[in-house]
Nanobody, 121 residues
């Protein structure tokens, strides 16, 4: 089994910064893409940023220039540095990882339980 545990959420004022972390543990053979998604109240879950095992990144237009995704492959951990936060960034942030649990089985998608980020204006 694979577990994803997020940390770093909380309450911050507009213009402030937060850093989210997500550690992947369990039966891991390899991890390809990791990422962050968010879901605001009454809205669908949307992509925030992704990063491949080689370090290629992709960002939602709404966070480009403000958020930075990174990963530590040795620690199976992905980070999201969030700067210049806005009230519209308020959401539950979910960590995602595409994981192979052994050399033969296809990679599967795993999700964390989410961490709440609240930006006050």
């Amino acid at each position: 089994q694979v577990q994803l545990v997020e940390s770093g959420g909380g309450l911050v004022q507009a213009g402030g910064s937060l850093r989210l972390s997500c550690a992947v543990s369990g039966s891991i053979f390899s991890i390809s893409t990791m990422g962050w998604y968010r879901q605001a109240p009454g809205k669908q879950r949307q992509l925030v940023a992704t990063i491949t095992s080689g370090g290629s990144t992709n960002y939602a237009d709404s966070v480009k220039g403000r958020f930075t995704i990174s990963r530590d492959n040795a620690k199976n951990t992905v980070y999201l540095q969030m700067n210049s936060l806005k009230s519209e960034d308020t959401a539950v942030y979910y960590c995602h990882a595409n994981v192979k649990t052994d050399p033969v089985t296809y990679a599967m998608n795993f999700w964390g339980k989410g961490t709440l980020v609240t930006v006050s204006s």
